[in-house]
Each structure stands twice: as C-alpha cells, then as structure tokens.
C-alpha cells in the first residue's frame, strides 16, 4: 500500500470577482475554482494534473503552496497540516509557479538562486554546493552569471525550474513547466524531472497537453470546472473507456458536422480536437471504426466536407476527457458556458 | 491525520540562516538599484527642485524691497528661510522615498511576478520586510544628506549650523515611524489595486501637514493636531529646531524625540499588523498574484 505524502480533503476555493460590464455598478461573480477535491498523492510518485485551461489546476497548487486560503477543506503535505503549520509546508517543497516571471530580471541567474536558497533557509555553504550541482545538471555555465533579463525565454524557463530545485525539497510543485519552451528544452526537462524521481522526489506535475501527462506520470488526475473527474495510471484510464478506435479525420470541416457524425450508430462521441489554419481535426470514438468508416465518410460528403488525412489513433487520454466531458483539451473552459457542462458525453 | 514525512531537504533554520534571509533581501535589493544608476541621481536632484520653488518664490518677493527674512522670522523662528525650505524638502523627499520604497514594493514585485515566489518560501515576512526596509532606510538616510549637502552649495546655505548631532538622531529615529506608515500605504495599495493616483494625492496630502514649506504652528487649531498627529511633522520639525532657532514642540529637544521615539515604537507595529491582515484577507480572495 503506498503512503500519501499530500492529502487534500474535500478542497473547494470560491473566488469573488467583480465583473465591470456597467459603469460605477460592479456585480459580483463566484467562480468555483474547486469543488470539494479529494486526493491523495503518493510518496516518490510523478503524478499528473491534466485538464483545460480553467480548470482549476492553478488554483489546486495555490493553495497547496499556502498561497490561497482555501475557502473550505484541508490538507497534509509531507505530514504538516497546511493550516497550521504553513512555514513547515513550504519548507517542503519546491515550486515552479509562474515560470520565468518568478525571477528577479535585474539580477543574474546565480544571485537569483543565492537570492532564493536564502530564503529557503539552506546554508550559505550548502548554497553554493548546490548553485554548482545545478549548473552541471541543468547546463546553466552558458548564461548563469548574466542578467535574466538577457535570457531566451528557454534559458528563463530553465532557470526557474532551477530554482525551483535550489533547496532540494522533497516535493515538487510543477505548474505547466514546459508551456513556453520549444519541444527540445520540453523534452529535457521532462528527462530531468523524471531523473529527480528516480532519486526520490515526489513531483506534481499540471500540464493541458494529453502527451506530457501520459509519458510522464505515473498516475493522472483529470480535472474540469474544479472536479476531479478521473483518476488512475495512464493505461488505467484509457481502458476505463471501453471503446476501441479512434480516428482522426483532418481537413476543412464546418461547424455541426461533428454532431451530425455523432448521430451515427455506434458512433460514441465526436469532436473537433484542434483547429489549425483552417483546418480541422474531427475526433471520432467508436467501437469498430473499420466497420463505421465507410458511414462516417458518407456523412462527410453529404456535408460537403473535405478530408485530406485519414488516422486511426490509439486512445490518449484526451480521448478520455473528451468522453466524460464532450470537450476537447485544447478549448478554454471560460469559454463554454456552464450549462452545456455534463450535457454531452456521459459521466462515468 | 497524517502523511508521509520524506525530510526538507536543505532547509535549516538557525539564527544564521534568519539573519541570512534579512541580509540576502537587503543584498539583493542594492544589487538592483546599483543597476539603476540613473533614477539614483535623479533621486538626488528631486528636493533642490522642492526646495528651489518656494526659495526663487521668497527671492522675488524680497526684491521688491520687503524684507521677506524678517517677516519669515516671525512666523518661522528662523531667518535662514533657505535652509528652512531645503530641511523641509529633504525630509519631504525622505517621506517620499520611504513610502514609495517599501509601500509599493510589494505591489512592484506583484506587477513583475516575484512577489509569489517570495511568499512560497519559509522565510518569515518580517525578515523579508525587515531587508527590504533596511535597504529603504540606508537609501532615505543617504539620499537626505546628499541632497542637503548640494542643496546648501546651490542655495548658500551654512550646512554645518546649528547642532547636527541632534539633527541626524533626528533623521534616524523618525525614519522608523515612517516604516510603519510605509506598510499601511502598502496594505493600502494592495487592497486598491490601481492606486497611483490616490497614493500621489496622499503624499502630497503627507507635504502639507508636515509642513514642508511652511511651520506648522501657523496652521489653525484642528490642522494643527491632525498636523501634530504625523510622526514626519516632527522629524521635520526637529531637524530644523536643531540647525536653526525654529523651536521645538515641546520647547526641549529630548521631549520631542521621545515622542518620535514612542511613535518609533508603535506605528511599526500598527503597519505591520494591518499589513499582515489585508495580506491574509487577500489570500482568502484573490490571492498575491496579478490577477
Ligand atoms: N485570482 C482569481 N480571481 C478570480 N478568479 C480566478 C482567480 N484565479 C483563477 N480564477 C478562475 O478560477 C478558474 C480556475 O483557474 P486556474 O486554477 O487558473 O485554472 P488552470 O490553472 O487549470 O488553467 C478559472 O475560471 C479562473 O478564471
Ligand atoms: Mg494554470
């Protein structure tokens, strides 16, 4: 049985925002970020948050961070009661936040990490031990003693990420860390992190993207309007779909189409997943999509679509998340209003 | 109710790594600026601009052949009209310079970011507040004894009149109550997100009842106490008692510096505790994030 090192019991934040749409008359809007969240994160795990933007993966690591107040509920990092014993939290972990914007511009990367290995407590001599092992594991002799405002946006990034790693916490907090970096630094920085679990450290990791989560972690929370709404390893998930194909179809697909596939038997859901220059990307799940294409393309011409690439695809867990919320990854929650929430694919 | 206890890592509270969290934010802080040589020297130059409109003011008026000094005199204490304005100034540049440092320091690093990378850490707010005060202090206290030093070879005034000591302690002690109210500007501004314009209007508010340009005595009964009730009404009043035959408040220079000294020892702490109050009412909301 593994042991938890962060427990999260029932978890909500409710933000209170005005809303100027009349002058000098502000309306106050509640956004729940969280819904009662349970959780628990196990010792020496990767473990995944992945869901839209909006969803409330933010705001879930904010208050773990004690950075929010949650408005109800509690929770234990690494035994110490985020409440009560808010400074032993934060000596627990290591946080990338905001990414690059959590450096000082107009100091270099090294006074940077002096800057914040002091104000993590670690000796002025272990500092330095550190700033050097750093250096070595994340190849910073480059740009490490110049101003990060002359950084690349990469070279930023990956300063923050070794700073997130300057007290050597057992916990790290990873809020989408490879969200400006190109696929190169990305996939290096995924390299490390996964070498820091090897070594033993628990990481959080949130990602939007589907691919990140399923190469990186051992077990994924998928999140949507501040619910948790599906937990497991990976290969867990995809099976819990119960359905067998997917096929990607690419082109220029006009709006409606995707629910008029839908409404073909044995069609289980259908969904634009990406939309690129004015192409599109229509994701179909079904049970047996050898026997269905022909019936899909049928639709498809009626409406007079045109496809140009055709791609069975194994399942991802954004397949998942697209059959419990009728979304893709890719759109903005605050851009779907609420009522449409559930009203598509089937909860599980 | 518990959960697996996996260490901490590197951190290590002692003394030496407390201090280390004060001194590494002072440090940090003077690397920047250092980095901004500019702005310092316009900083320098900001009183003498203050202090040069009243004086040209009081040089026009003499021409005409009152004698402006005898009748400042009368109301001042002083016929050194010059050095009176150019104290007035320099303390009214030190109120600027401890509000803006401190108070809006927090709501600069919320602007650029760091400010939640701070707040993640262990280190105890006082500790980082500490530096970053410590730093606006040495800052204050420097820019005020530059400033006055150009100021009396641009305008003719004997610097070295009077007793400085007293001055200086003056100075020094009267910086700490503006700390305090540094923290309540600070609450203030990150409660009132978009406050620019209503901190300018407060600082010049601050000027007038401080008496910058004009003794404070002359103001009538109830502006006169509210006047009385600024802690930098008196540093002002006491650095210009002690260099020129102004006068102190309560006649000696010991009484009025125990009350800045009594201010010293309670608006900090008032600041402070409304500071750490908005902070936690914040995270209840929004959070100290840019939002
Ligand atoms: N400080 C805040 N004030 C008001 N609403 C907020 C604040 N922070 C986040 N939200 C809202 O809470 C929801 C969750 O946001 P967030 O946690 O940032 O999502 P994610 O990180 O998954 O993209 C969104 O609807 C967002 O608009
Ligand atoms: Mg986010």
Redesign the interface.
């Given at each position: 049985m593994p042991r938890a090192i962060i427990k999260v019991q029932n978890m909500s934040k409710t933000f209170i925002s005005k809303e100027r749409k009349k002058f000098l008359r502000p309306e106050k809007r509640e956004i729940q970020a969280l819904k009662s969240v349970d959780l628990d994160i196990y010792d020496g795990e990767i473990f995944g948050l992945l869901g839209p933007n909006g969803a409330g993966k933010t705001t879930l690591i904010k208050c773990l961070t004690t950075l929010l107040i949650p408005t109800e509920g509690t929770a234990w990092v690494n035994g110490f009661n985020l409440q009560k014993e808010e400074n032993l939290v934060r000596a627990s972990l290591g946080c990338m936040l905001m990414g690059e914007r959590g450096l000082y511009w107009k100091l270099t990367g090294r006074e940077n990490l002096e800057y914040f290995g002091a104000l993590y407590h670690v000796p002025k001599e272990k500092r330095k031990e550190r700033i050097s092992y750093l250096t070595d594991l994340l190849n910073l002799q480059e740009f490490l003693d110049r101003t990060v405002e002359t950084y690349s946006s990469g070279q930023k990034m990956i300063m923050a990420f070794a700073k997130s790693l300057v007290n050597d916490a057992p916990i790290l907090f990873l809020d989408e860390p490879t969200v400006t970096m190109d696929v190169h630094a990305a996939r290096e920085l995924r390299r490390i992190v996964k070498e820091l679990n090897r070594e033993g450290h628990t990481i959080v990791y949130t990602t939007h993207q589907m691919f990140e989560a399923d190469e990186l972690c051992q077990r994924v929370a998928i999140i949507d309007r501040g619910e948790i709404i599906a937990l497991g390893t990976p290969t867990q998930l995809k099976k819990s779909l119960k359905i067998q194909d997917v096929v990607n179809l690419e082109g220029v697909i006009p709006k409606g189409v995707a629910e008029k596939v839908k409404a073909i038997p044995g069609v289980k859901d259908a969904v634009i997943k990406d939309v690129k220059a004015g192409k599109s990307t229509l994701g179909v799940m079904c049970d047996n999509s050898r026997k269905l294409l022909p019936k899909i393309m049928e639709v498809l011409l009626e409406n007079e679509v045109q496809i140009e690439y055709i791609q069975p695809q194994d399942i991802t867990l954004e397949d998942v998340f697209i059959a419990k919320t009728g979304r893709a990854l890719s759109v903005d929650t605050s851009e779907v209003p609420e009522e449409e929430k559930g009203g598509a694919g089937g909860r599980v | 109710?518990?959960?697996?206890?996996?260490?901490?890592?590197?951190?290590?509270?002692?003394p030496?790594?407390?201090f280390?969290?004060f001194?590494?934010?002072l440090k940090?802080r003077l690397?920047?600026i250092s980095?901004?040589k500019g702005s310092l020297i316009m900083e320098l130059f900001m009183p003498i601009v203050f202090a040069a409109l009243p004086i040209m003011l009081g040089v026009s008026l003499a021409s005409g052949g009152t004698p402006v000094a005898e009748n400042w005199k009368i109301s001042s204490g002083t016929a050194d009209f010059r050095a009176f304005m150019l104290i007035g100034a320099c303390t009214f540049s030190v109120v600027s310079l401890m509000t803006w440092l401190v108070g809006f320091w927090v709501r600069r690093e919320m602007v650029?970011?760091?400010l939640?990378?701070?707040?993640?850490?262990?280190?105890?707010k006082y500790l980082?507040i500490g530096g970053v005060t410590g730093y606006a202090l040495i800052r204050a206290f420097t820019a005020f004894i530059i400033s006055f030093l150009i100021g009396s070879l641009i305008f003719g005034v004997n610097p070295f009149q009077g007793n400085i000591l007293i001055a200086v302690l003056f100075i020094m002690i009267g910086l700490l109550p503006l700390w305090g109210i540094s923290f309540m500007f600070g609450a203030l501004i990150l409660k009132v997100k978009e406050a620019n314009s209503l901190i300018n209007m407060l600082q010049w508010v601050l000027a007038f009842f401080m008496g910058v340009y004009f003794p404070v005595t002359v103001l009538p009964g109830f502006l006169r106490y509210v006047a009385l009730s600024f802690p930098p009404t008196w540093m002002t009043n006491g650095v210009r008692a002690s260099l020129l035959e102004v006068g102190y408040f309560f006649e000696h220079w010991y009484i009025d510096l125990a009350i800045i000294f009594v201010f010293a020892a309670v608006v900090p702490l008032l600041g402070y505790m409304v500071f750490m109050r908005t902070e936690?009412r914040l995270?209840?909301?929004?959070?100290?994030?840019l939002?």
């Open positions: - | 109710m518990g959960t697996a206890i996996a260490g901490l890592g590197l951190y290590k509270k002692t030496r790594t407390s280390g969290v001194a590494s934010v940090a690397i920047i980095r901004y650029t970011g760091t939640e990378s701070v707040w993640v850490t262990p280190a105890k980082v936690k995270k209840k909301n929004q959070g100290m994030g939002y």
